[in-house]
């Protein structure tokens, strides 16, 4: 199942990936939307590229259907990587493990300037390996748990750019 979202910073873009490269950013974003035993494992940036691997845990409330295939609570291990593109906008790739289930999200991310800051750009695929189920699966995970993220997240990066 494919998710695409947008957001506009009030933040031009060198000022939206600092925040992105800051260690303490990332934890208290997760910590933010619930998760815990947030742990920032690699984190390494320079001028021209960002790479970041977090682990977590997440807690959901399962349908009933997904019970049987799916924990409420998982760790997500998730890298990002971003590079600096020619025209100073930066795209980069991302790739969330969900350990020890037959669930896989992975994307696409893009951050380009705007009049107003920058603009946030991701396009996710969810895929949920499960025989006879694993749409009706990907298609809850969708669209309410990495959509509900997904707006946290932005919600998150506006009040940590935003100007005091």
Do not use: C
């Amino acid at each position: 199942m494919e998710l695409k979202g947008s957001h506009v910073y009030p933040a031009q873009i060198d000022r939206v990936m600092s925040m992105l490269a800051d260690k303490s950013a990332t934890a208290d974003k997760y910590a933010s939307m619930g998760d815990r035993d947030i742990d920032i494992i690699d984190l390494v940036a320079d001028e021209e590229s960002l790479r970041i691997v977090s682990s977590r845990q997440v807690d959901v409330d399962l349908p009933g259907f997904a019970k049987k295939a799916l924990k409420p609570t998982n760790t997500m291990v998730q890298t990002d990587e971003w590079h600096r593109q020619p025209d100073g906008s930066w795209s980069g790739r991302f790739d969330v493990e969900v350990k020890g289930a037959p669930v896989h999200i992975s994307g696409t991310m893009g951050l380009s300037p705007t009049a107003e800051g920058s603009r946030h750009d991701v396009v996710l695929d969810v895929q949920v390996k499960v025989p006879l189920i694993g749409g009706k699966i990907a298609e809850w995970v969708g669209k309410k748990e990495v959509q509900r993220t997904l707006d946290a997240e932005f919600a998150f990066n506006d009040g940590r750019l935003t100007p005091a």
